[in-house]
């Protein structure tokens, strides 16, 4: 069992603005993490994070002191082959392949770098191992991550999560962006080294060009020749990054790597994921501003939503309640003099939620659902509506 206090009555200085520090993840506390980088929504590098994972004493070898490498032989012998995302770095193309396959030309890539023959520009990414190992546990979820709505839902619901497995040679990358939904991200190092750029929220309209659109890539030069205010970040082996909500970036493999990668929200972020899926319905909205009159425009507008922007205002409600629910089962069981107050992790730990941490969660949900039934969208659909009040009258009754 792990304990997660939280409170709001410590004094945390202040970091710089100007710096993204690294620290030890035991030589911080959850509740000095949450309010001093998840709530400032500012990054941080924190060290010793996969020490006890099991992927880094078998997909990595290090015999007799010698140079640590990829373990091949042991990624082919414990997970079966089967189909896989690789995206091509050179063309943007997106194919999907054999695991077994992709392997073989990494390691013979690896093998022939002292050759003539050019490196792989392909990269795994984001890759639902858990799709295929359900029950291989090869890392444990870091405590200072554990406040996820968005998995705690969806995992719990037995549908397509947001844990990633990434494995790259070296020189492959991701192109300049934000992550999904607005969300927050963590990505911890197995193996390799990357290199990260970040950008404040808000610099990456320097960059917007005549037609309002981003650049695919980006470079310190590029940055700097736009005045864009930017963080580079090499993250090394057994290190994870936090990083917040609306920072674009781009990610370079320095060397080959493997990587575990994890998109979530909770209630620090959830107003501007709220925020995000509004922006983006008044957009789909116009778009289809034609078919107005059509009977079913209301349900289109949601499939077009869930299409383009990948969650919809209904399955964003059903996660808040699905949460809500699970809150509200915990101060029930305190009502009953139960010291059960933990809820299962996606990493299979058992945590524990102080008082204060419930009813923030609720705090928060209560203010979002309030904020809900404002929207016209919402207020105009009776089941959404009917269903917002419904919880804002049971979280009131705990309040």
């Not at 490196?119 to 191992?129: E, F, G, P, R, V």
């Not at 994870?240 to 320095?254: E, K, M, R």
């Not at 790597?257 to 209630?267: L, M």
């Amino acid at each position: 069992m792990i304990r997660l206090d939280l409170n709001n009555s410590i004094n945390l200085g202040t970091h710089s603005k100007n710096t993204i520090i690294r620290f030890g993840v035991d030589e911080i506390s959850y509740n000095n993490f949450y309010w001093g980088f998840i709530n400032k929504n500012w990054p941080a590098i924190i060290t010793n994070i996969t020490t006890d994972w099991e992927c880094s004493r078998t997909w990595i070898s290090n015999k007799n002191g010698a140079h640590i490498y990829i373990n091949f032989v042991y990624l082919k012998n414990k997970i079966k082959d089967c189909l896989v995302p690789v995206t091509n770095c050179t063309d943007k193309s997106v194919s999907i392949e054999s695991f077994y396959n992709y392997l073989d030309k990494w390691e013979k890539s690896i093998q022939s770098r002292n050759s003539d023959e050019d490196s792989i520009h392909q990269y795994l990414k984001d890759w639902h191992i858990k799709e295929v190992l359900e029950s291989y546990k090869f890392y444990k979820v870091p405590k200072l991550f554990f406040s996820d709505w968005l998995n705690e839902f969806l995992i719990e619901n037995h549908r397509n999560d947001f844990r990633f497995v990434y494995m790259g040679p070296k020189n492959t990358w991701t192109p300049f962006h934000v992550d999904v939904f607005g969300s927050f991200s963590w990505s911890a190092n197995v193996y390799g080294c990357k290199k990260w750029i970040l950008l404040p929220p808000g610099e990456e309209f320097k960059l917007l060009d005549q037609y309002k659109k981003l650049p695919y890539k980006v470079s310190e030069e590029s940055l700097r020749k736009s005045n864009v205010k930017f963080f580079v970040v090499h993250q090394q082996q057994n290190e994870a990054i936090f990083v917040p909500s609306g920072w674009y970036h781009q990610v370079y493999n320095v060397t080959d790597t493997i990587s575990v990668n994890h998109n979530w929200f909770n209630a620090v972020n959830i107003k501007y994921i709220w925020s995000n899926i509004s922006d983006n319905l008044r957009k789909v909205m116009i778009e289809i501003s034609d078919l107005r009159i059509s009977q079913n425009f209301n349900e289109q507008c949601q499939q077009l939503l869930h299409l383009d922007f990948g969650l919809n205002i209904f399955e964003f409600l059903e996660i808040l309640c699905f949460i809500a629910n699970g809150r509200l089962l915990l101060l029930k069981r305190n009502q009953e003099n139960s010291f059960i107050k933990y809820i299962q992790c996606q990493s299979s730990h058992m945590f524990y939620f102080n008082d204060f941490h419930i009813y923030y969660d609720l705090k928060t949900i209560n203010t979002i659902l309030k904020t809900m039934i404002q929207d016209k969208f919402v207020h105009n659909c009776s089941r959404l509506y009917n269903k917002c009040i419904l919880f804002i009258c049971r979280i009131n009754q705990y309040s």
